[in-house]
């Protein structure tokens, strides 16, 4: 239901920070919330958590990038418990404050963020499809839309400078294996044209668009060759 979708999605976007200070609730009637619910609300506060410390740059040992798949599984999680327990969306926020509170304020923060991370990886894997790993094509049209992107806001930035220089290295390995398969160097450039198209298509399709890509894997693709000595 696109209102429960859109009234959740704003959950995702309070930070753990905020949630944990929130004062404690009080919570109306609880008798149709289930352990299932409980142990969901308790995966998406964990998803919170992580992809918080991920986005300020941090990694945390045992847990995948969570920033798309974790905020799905969010949204989903929100809706699921609001339908299956009859509750509202404030309630349905509290209940997750209180899960992040919980995990935040433990004897061991850390060791009970990582007691979560196979049960609750285990419920994103069966709910949330995993994301799509781009080949070199693609992700030369990733990074070079996202150099449009950044360019139009900042201008040529040292970070802009940084997705040109990925856009251009990872298309010119793409178009040198093209060229190694037998194809022409104009074929080889319109199929990368092509491929910078659909990318532009997919952004706007209401399917996930580029967000449904592993991002990170165009960065393992731009890696220097070891085998070459500079």
């Known amino acids: 239901m696109p209102m429960h979708i859109l ?21 109306p009637d609880l008798s149709r919330l289930t352990d299932d619910h409980r142990a969901m609300l308790r995966c998406g506060a964990a998803f919170a958590i992580v992809a918080t410390t991920q986005a300020n740059g941090e990694s945390l040992a045992g847990w995948p990038p969570l920033s798309v798949r974790g905020k799905h599984y ?80 900042e201008g040529l930035s040292a970070a802009a400078r940084d997705l040109k220089t990925l856009a251009s290295v990872l298309a010119a390995r793409e178009r040198e294996a093209l060229l190694a398969q037998g194809q022409t160097g104009d074929a080889a450039d319109r199929a990368l044209a092509q491929a910078r198209d659909a990318l532009v298509t997919e952004a706007g399709d209401g399917k996930g668009g580029i967000d449904k890509y592993e991002i990170a894997h165009c960065y393992e693709l731009a890696k220097p060759d070891e085998k070459k000595h500079y």
């Open 74 to 153: 969010f949204i989903d999680a929100g809706v699921a418990v609001m339908q299956g327990a009859a509750l509202d969306r404030i309630t349905v926020r509290d209940l997750i404050a209180a899960d992040v509170r919980a995990l935040q304020t433990a004897a061991d923060p850390d060791a009970a963020l990582a007691a979560l991370a196979k049960p609750c990886l285990a419920q994103l894997d069966a709910t949330v499809p995993p994301l799509t790993k781009p080949g070199l094509r693609q992700c030369a049209a990733i990074m070079a839309l996202a150099y449009d992107e950044l360019y139009a806001r």
């Open 7 to 27: 009234t959740v999605l704003s959950l995702f976007a309070l930070t753990p920070a905020a949630l944990a200070q929130s004062a404690a609730p009080v919570l």
